[in-house]
């Protein structure tokens, strides 16, 4: 009997249900069965998830299968990472939880630094200084309110709580939170005291792919459900869609595109280096015992809002093709600059810096795409270059593999293939669905192991190879210069 496949992969702005099925010619299929919106919004004094709405959501998808005549089935739920759930000892949410772009964290590194020093917090977990990081959170957050917890759950973890009963703490996603030691693959105590949480507020570490537990759903009479058997997947989308890339060999890195641009490669060693730490790069751990040395990149979120503040009037793909016929290179701008993390209008806040830097500033919907594209190409050419050199092993990166939503931008794939000279393989764009899918395959025994079902990923999916094209160095030259002096 054919095996039923869900990924619930849910983003920053959208989540989706995705069932898929081994074939018999060695192909994976994958069909979106349902989609829904999500996003933060302001609540009680800070940008809050509606949580209960994507609970929702996940149920309305499950009969939704149920319909089509699939009665049972195994899920895997992904999310983005640092965000939590507070939870009560009768295992209710205490509030809705904080989005990562709210505003409370804008001061609590400069606070926490005043008391640890960030290059030994760097050193201790390899994860990368970002204000929205779990420690930092937690750092801010009333403390009566950590008191009040009897347990902290991740979004994909307090998800799978919410349907099985069962809490754990899923490694993937654990490791963005800047709390985990990698020496001891457990909680730092000293770290965890400076959060102001417990050991015994976490539930026990798991790795992905272990087997959750069944659907609970007597808990959901008003919904008819499939069976289900849910699958601890790697939770951290980022790690799912890298799970999802069909790299093979040594000599690859990936660009998981949607609202931020992750850049990195699959290692198995941990760079805790002072030049790691002064590039902000990160050690999140990944699914089998790797290791995703990347960078964050402010992504897909910055042509996002530009395309929200003028009320949707363009499609992505017209904003890519008006950026085409606009002059290129007419400004720089640092796309990781804290101005762009969550501004009220990122139209006004890519002028004013253009005006503030003493640039030509971008005006119609065609220069402000272009902008975007542009510095996001330049942006990768950098870093790809820095993540050569901060391995210091001689690894020479020949391909770059970009999946995930902007993997269909086609315009900025080539681009970046000249900027950075290297050749773009893109594609597939539902990744991080596919790699929640493949660890579920391989729990199951489809697969036998993480190379073996990548395989299956070039068999099952279309992928463009954008060769690079000439290209003006000195512009490359330039950016740097500027970057220095913008940041110095």
Not at 39 to 50: L, N, S, V
Not at 101 to 114: I, L, P, Y
Not at 382 to 387: G, I, R
Request: net charge negative; hydrophobic share 40%.
């Amino acid at each position: 009997m054919t095996k039923t496949y869900i990924a619930v992969d849910i983003g920053a702005s959208s989540g989706r249900l995705m069932k898929s099925e081994f074939l018999a010619d060695g192909r994976i299929t994958l069909e979106e069965i349902h989609r829904f919106k999500n996003g933060f919004r302001m609540k009680d004094g800070h940008d809050r998830w509606g949580i209960n709405r994507l609970i929702n959501e996940i149920l309305i998808g499950l009969e939704k299968l149920k319909k089509s005549g699939i009665t049972d089935c195994y899920v895997g739920i992904d999310t983005w990472a640092v965000d939590y759930c507070l939870i009560d000892k009768a295992g209710e949410l205490l509030e809705e939880p904080i989005s990562y772009r709210d505003a409370r964290t804008e001061t609590a590194v400069s606070q926490f630094s005043a008391e640890y020093s960030l290059e030994k917090l760097y050193e201790k977990t390899g994860i990368q200084i970002q204000p929205f990081n779990t420690i930092f959170q937690l750092f801010i957050e009333k403390q009566e309110k950590l008191n009040a917890a009897d347990q902290l759950l991740l979004i994909p973890d307090y998800l799978g709580y919410v349907f099985t009963g069962r809490a754990v703490t899923e490694k993937t996603n654990a490791s963005t939170m800047q709390l985990l030691n990698p020496e001891s693959q457990d909680w730092d105590e000293e770290l965890l005291e400076l959060a102001g949480i417990k050991k015994e507020q976490l539930p026990p570490l798991s790795d992905s792919g272990a087997v959750l537990g069944e659907l609970m759903k007597e808990k959901f009479p008003a919904y008819d459900l499939p069976d289900a058997m849910f699958i601890t997947v790697a939770t951290h989308d980022t790690a799912s869609a890298v799970i999802g890339t069909p790299g093979a060999g040594e000599e690859w890195a990936y660009i998981s595109s949607g609202t931020w641009s992750l850049l990195g490669i699959e290692t198995t060693l941990f760079n805790v280096s002072r030049e790691a730490f002064f590039e902000n790069y990160t050690n999140e751990w990944g699914a089998h015992n790797t290791i995703r040395f990347l960078k964050n990149i402010m992504g897909m979120w910055l042509i996002q809002e530009v395309a929200r503040m003028q009320e949707y009037q363009y499609s992505y793909a017209e904003l890519a093709d008006l950026a085409a016929e606009a002059p290129a290179f007419q400004q720089f701008i640092d796309v990781n600059d804290p101005t762009f993390l969550n501004p009220d209008n990122m139209i006004e806040a890519i002028q004013t810096y253009c005006r503030k830097t003493e640039q030509k500033v971008p005006k119609t919907a065609g220069e402000l795409a272009r902008c975007i594209y542009d510095n996001l190409a330049l942006c990768y050419a950098v870093e790809l270059e820095k993540m050569e050199q901060l391995t210091g092993t001689g690894r020479k990166i020949d391909r770059l593999h970009i999946v995930g939503g902007g993997s269909n931008n086609r315009f900025l794939n080539q681009l970046t293939a000249n900027a950075a000279g290297i050749a773009v393989e893109a594609g597939p764009g539902e990744a991080t669905a596919i790699g929640n899918i493949l660890i579920q395959m391989i729990t199951t025994g489809i697969f036998s192991d993480l190379a073996e079902a990548r395989k299956v990923i070039r068999r099952s999916f279309d992928i463009s190879v954008h060769e690079p094209e000439a290209f003006d160095q000195t512009i490359i030259a330039n950016y740097k210069k500027f970057l220095k002096g913008a940041n110095s």
